[in-house]
């Protein structure tokens, strides 16, 4: 079982930047692949940015390409996502979600459990 808990969220003007953390526990935690899932208002879930955990390899939606890097600090149990450039069409509750199917990164939402409670991001145009 892994626990997650989001943080750093809040109201940013457009072109501004975030970084949100994502605290780990959990014994398994170390062999998950990990995401940031984000959801809008009257919107479904998006997977927006995936690591895994050899090689550290990601993938990025294509909405944050170039714009947001997510990565991990094992040291401190911690997902990070750093957001540039934000949009006003980012705003949404962010979470994090582990992948106990596999230690690689991917694209499939579906794969992704354990989410936390989230944590709001508001860009302001």
């Known amino acids: 079982q892994v626990q997650l808990v989001e943080s750093g969220g809040g109201l940013v003007q457009a072109g501004g930047s975030l970084r949100l953390s994502c605290a780990a526990s959990g014994r398994a935690f170390s062999s998950y692949a990990m995401g940031w899932i984000r959801q809008a208002p009257g919107k479904e879930r998006e997977l927006i940015a995936s690591i895994g955990r050899i090689g550290f390899h990601t993938l990025y939606a294509d909405s944050v390409k170039g714009r947001f890097s997510i990565s991990i600090d094992n040291t401190k149990n911690t997902v990070y996502l750093q957001m540039t450039s934000l949009k006003p069409e980012d705003t949404a509750v962010y979470y994090c979600?582990?992948?106990?199917?596999?230690?690689?990164?991917?694209?499939?939402?579906?794969?992704?459990?354990?989410w936390g409670q989230g944590t709001q991001v508001t860009v302001s145009s």
């Open positions: 979600g582990a992948d106990p199917t596999s230690a690689f990164p991917t694209m499939t939402l579906g794969n992704f459990r354990s």
